[in-house]
């Protein structure tokens, strides 16, 4: 089919992350630049008996900062008609995308039911952490929304790691093109809600000594952990604009790999990240050559920067020097938010496009990498 065919817009997002209660929040920290990290807050818990600043020490996390979202544990059940002593017993990140999905779907002009005929609304949700209660329930975060909305389509929580709500983007794009839903709510979700979740980073080295995320730039040292959930909404492009929906947006393609096996089990794939960008750009009939801007991964470790770098190059073609193409993360203003990183990551992208500057990234200074204007 034409790639215009398959072109898949965004009518609707919205976002909480460190520092911002809502989108408009989200841009102004990213346009002003600000650093969103903190030591948790003293209503999460006391960190001292968790924290040595040595690393290597077993039980003990070397890292006292995160990217926290305030009032993450607030809800008004009785807004979804659930009785306040189920809700309880909720996962608060589960609580949480609920109250995004509906926030997105008013962004987007809509009510639930006004969304798409029959309710044929997919609901695709990335979620990797599940301390809360003792047991993880991932299924329930998709399931409680398509509950809630009485929507028909597939719904489906992704576990892929750091990869989640941009592989459940790629699931929902599949499911809008091959005709399974009408519209899709597509995010992630990630929480804090325990210092072992810190303790866990700390034992596999993952954590930074401080409280900087440096993607790309000079002495980085690993990521600060981040909280975050986003919701899009998203409709064929053709049907967004049949129903005058507002577009944000368009996704024109999306691609979908695996590293193999490398030098270490959480060491990436120059060669592997280089064909997915590739495969992304033929899918969408785009040159490279004509791209302003990449949200990279950009994680603020020493491996893993120079890595990303190499696998776009790899894509990007030769010569690079040819071609100038600005590169940022997220994750130097909130921290990296794991199963909403992806999702961060595009709804950064989407409010640049919307007021039509690029938002800087933090710490970069000196590059690590010299071909990477940041």
Same mark, same amino acid.
């Given at each position: ?23 408009? %929040? ?9 650093? !969103? ?41 009785? *807004?979804?008609?659930? =009785? ?12 949480? *995308?609920? +109250? ?30 599940? +301390? ?42 599949? $499911? ?5 839903? %009408?519209?899709? @709510? ?15 980073? $700390? ?23 981040? &909280? ?8 064929? @492009?053709?049907?967004? +604009? ?30 592997? +990240?280089? &064909? ?44 690079? %020097?040819?071609?100038?193409? =600005? ?9 990296? !938010? &794991?199963?909403?990183?992806?999702? =961060? ?5 989407? @409010? ?8 800087? $990234? ?13």
């Amino acid at each position: 089919a034409p790639a215009a065919v398959l072109d898949v817009a965004v009518v609707g997002l919205s976002g909480r992350y460190a520092q911002a209660r809502d989108l408009r %929040e989200f841009w102004r920290n990213l346009r002003e630049g600000r650093h !969103c990290i903190t030591e948790a807050p003293a209503a999460r818990w006391d960190i001292a008996p968790w924290f040595d600043p040595e690393r290597g020490r077993l039980g003990k996390t070397y890292s006292r900062w995160a990217g926290f979202i305030d009032e993450a544990d607030r809800f008004d059940p009785l *807004f979804f008609q659930i =009785a306040p002593r189920d809700a309880h017993y909720i996962d608060p990140q589960e609580r949480l *995308f609920l +109250q995004e999905a509906y926030t997105a779907i008013e962004d987007a002009g809509h009510t639930p039911a006004s969304l798409a005929a029959g309710s044929r609304v997919g609901v695709f949700v990335g979620v990797m952490n599940g +301390q809360y209660g003792g047991a993880a329930r991932h299924w329930s975060v998709a399931n409680r929304v398509s509950y809630q909305f009485d929507f028909t389509g597939p719904s489906l929580a992704v576990d892929t790691a750091c990869s989640s709500s941009l592989t459940a983007l790629h699931l929902a794009m599949d $499911s809008l093109r091959s005709g399974a839903c %009408e519209a899709a @709510l597509v995010g992630g979700v990630s929480l804090i809600v325990d210092p072992t979740q810190l303790v866990a980073l $700390s034992a596999m080295g993952m954590l930074s000594s401080g409280d900087r995320c440096r993607a790309f730039g000079d002495g980085a040292d690993g990521f600060v952990d981040g &909280e975050g959930v986003g919701v899009l909404v998203l409709k064929p @492009l053709a049907r967004a +604009q049949a129903d005058g929906d507002d577009i944000r947006g368009v996704i024109k393609a999306t691609a979908l790999n695996h590293g193999g096996r490398t030098h270490g089990y959480t060491v990436p794939n120059p060669k592997a +990240q280089a &064909e997915v960008v590739a495969g992304a750009l033929k899918a969408a009939g785009i040159e490279a050559a004509s791209l302003g801007y990449v949200e990279a991964h950009g994680t603020g470790t020493a491996l893993g920067d120079p890595i990303e770098i190499a696998g776009l190059c790899r894509a990007f073609g030769s010569p690079v %020097e040819r071609q100038a193409c =600005a590169i940022g993360s997220v994750k130097s203003n909130i921290g990296h !938010c &794991e199963s909403a990183a992806g999702v =961060a990551g595009v709804t950064k992208v989407l @409010l640049q496009m919307q007021h039509g500057e690029i938002a800087p $990234s933090l710490d970069c200074e000196p590059p690590k990498i010299g071909r990477a204007h940041v």
